[in-house]
């Protein structure tokens, strides 16, 4: 059984339902696939806008945990936009994640979510 983790992110008015809507999905997608989320692996980040990075500690908190050696193989997310809505940046923790060994999935798409795949799934 893969360990994996959630990221779970919403900037809108609906804060709270959004959040508990995107966790649901994405422990139903773990169970689905036999992987186990532990509930310090669940990050989340409430109000703060995608273009900002810095002010987002559950963002920073998952980021922290992959180095030495991330505990979690998987990391859950609705849509990859949730990572952050700058390109680079987004690219560079997705790389970030790959060098650790996390596969990146996105329930919303149903697959995982690689480098060379396109940057809206």
């Not at 989340?44 to 559950?58: C, I, K, N, T, W």
Request: charged share 25%; aromatic share 6%.
């Amino acid at each position: 059984m893969k360990d994996a983790a959630i990221y779970a992110r919403t900037s809108t008015a609906h804060i709270n339902d959004g959040l508990n809507r995107q966790i649901d999905h994405a422990k139903a997608y773990a169970a689905e696939q036999g992987w186990a989320v532990a509930d310090e692996h669940i990050f989340v980040d409430a109000g703060p806008s995608g273009v900002q990075y810095e002010e987002r500690p559950g963002f920073s908190r998952l980021m922290n945990v992959l180095k030495p050696r991330p505990p979690f193989h998987v990391l859950i997310m609705a849509e990859v936009s949730r990572l952050g809505r700058d390109q680079v940046k987004m690219a560079e923790a997705l790389e970030q994640l790959a060098e650790a060994g996390v596969q990146v999935c996105c329930y919303g798409a149903g697959r995982e979510r690689t480098l060379d795949a396109p940057t809206h799934s």
